[in-house]
């Protein structure tokens, strides 16, 4: 949006402002929906040139780039693309910077569908992954070979939470020339600033916090200077495309994105709290919390925290894990999360782990905190670890 003054605003002023010109939207608040394959050109020469701001609609719309402008401010990256899923971000990102016989690092923590792309197509182009600690800092320096390429961070890690110095991390793969990537959905670069602690490929599951609203999958990529070029020309190559209602969904849930993620991190907090005080809970993995390993470094790094946290439970059966979660009726059992509703899930990362250990003692669960009362979260809870508790 225009602004007269020239002034600079704080972060949750340009969540409303991104991406608008109201001139343009002839007065109307919100940009239009641009849907359209065909663009025409007024001559030969224009179409020759391809001159004109936009050649195909594929190529890029007014719908598009009102939210990746929108996005480009909110990441302070140099370029913004937009996928049709997080899934479709990683995989762009990915093979933006990496080509056969290269050598990626890639997080043993990392999202389950990440490790299966690694481990699937890109072993197939001849791209060979290495998975490390999340833990490991600066000393992975030791795993950069000449052919690494790239190294792949996701902070806190998927399903255990544990925060990477991804500043360390930054610094040992510059030193060697390799990329950094980094899923950055957990926090969104309204709570972790990406391209500040050294990433270079700033991506996230647009689906989670940016929707909001459980409608819609899309993805988002940010690129620094030196890697735009790249990631430009392999989002082009590999026909990515957003469809304009998609798109429009995403703009409506930026909006919104400051204020739902300060009530879902404050009432996270309270849910993870109480959780972590409870005899029937052995620990809880949520790097704001100060009994958290990781709390030193998300203090240090972030700004926020959102509302996804694990929970290992006391010793207990699966029966009664199915009990805890079958009866619940304000968290549902579904994959995803960021929406305004309240999800948990069962989960067991040992069995996806190659570089780290884990090994709980109990069982455990993926808990998102939505938008309903805390209170009555928390008595739905306590219904469920006394079922839990009483099942054999």
């Not at 663009?39 to 020759?48: E, I, K, Q």
């Not at 009994?291 to 290992?312: C, I, M, N, Q, Y």
């Not at 207990?316 to 960021?338: I, K, N, P, Q």
Request: hydrophobic share 40%; with cysteine.
């Amino acid at each position: 949006m225009a602004r007269k003054s020239g002034r600079s605003y704080g972060p949750m002023t340009n969540l409303v402002l991104g991406g608008r010109d109201v001139v343009d939207q002839h007065g109307f608040v919100n940009p239009p929906i641009v849907r359209g394959s065909t663009v025409l050109a007024p001559t030969v020469a224009d179409l020759a040139s391809g001159s004109g701001r936009y050649t195909y609609g594929r190529r890029g719309s007014p719908t598009y780039d009102s939210l990746t402008e929108a996005l480009q401010e909110l990441e302070g990256g140099a370029h913004v693309a937009l996928t049709p899923s997080g899934l479709s971000a990683v995989t762009t990102a990915l093979l933006s910077v990496l080509g056969s016989g290269d050598h990626l690092l890639m997080v043993d923590t990392t999202y389950q569908p990440t490790r299966h792309l690694c481990d699937t197509l890109l072993r197939r182009l001849g791209i060979e992954t290495t998975y490390y600690d999340p833990l490991i800092g600066a000393q992975i320096a030791d795993l950069i070979r000449p052919e690494t390429r790239a190294v792949f961070v996701e902070s806190p890690g998927s399903l255990t939470f544990e925060v990477q110095d991804v500043p360390a991390i930054a610094g040992a793969a510059h030193a060697r020339g390799a990329a950094v990537v980094m899923d950055n959905t957990w926090a969104t670069p309204l709570l972790f600033k990406a391209h500040d602690h050294g990433v270079d490929l700033s991506l996230t599951a647009g689906t989670k916090y940016l929707g909001g609203h459980a409608d819609l999958l899309i993805g988002t990529i940010s690129a620094n200077e030196s890697y735009a070029p790249a990631v430009k020309a392999t989002h082009g190559a590999m026909g990515m495309h957003v469809g304009p209602e998609d798109i429009f969904l995403a703009l409506r849930g930026l909006r919104t994105l400051g204020v739902r993620l300060a009530h879902q991190q404050e009432a996270g907090l309270r849910v993870a709290r109480w959780l972590n005080s409870r005899p029937e809970v052995a620990r809880v993995m949520h790097p704001a919390l100060e009994t958290d390993p990781s709390h030193a470094l998300w203090k240090r790094d972030f700004e926020g925290a959102s509302s996804l946290f694990g929970v290992e439970l006391a010793p207990g059966s699966r029966a009664a894990v199915a009990a805890f979660l079958d009866g619940l009726e304000l968290f549902g059992l579904g994959y995803s999360w960021g929406g305004f509703e309240s999800l948990a899930i069962p989960y067991d990362a040992g069995r996806i782990r190659t570089a780290s250990r884990w090994a709980p003692e109990g069982p455990t669960i993926r808990i998102h905190i939505g938008l309903e009362e805390v209170e009555d979260l928390l008595a739905d809870l306590e219904a469920g670890l006394a079922r839990y508790t009483s099942t054999p």
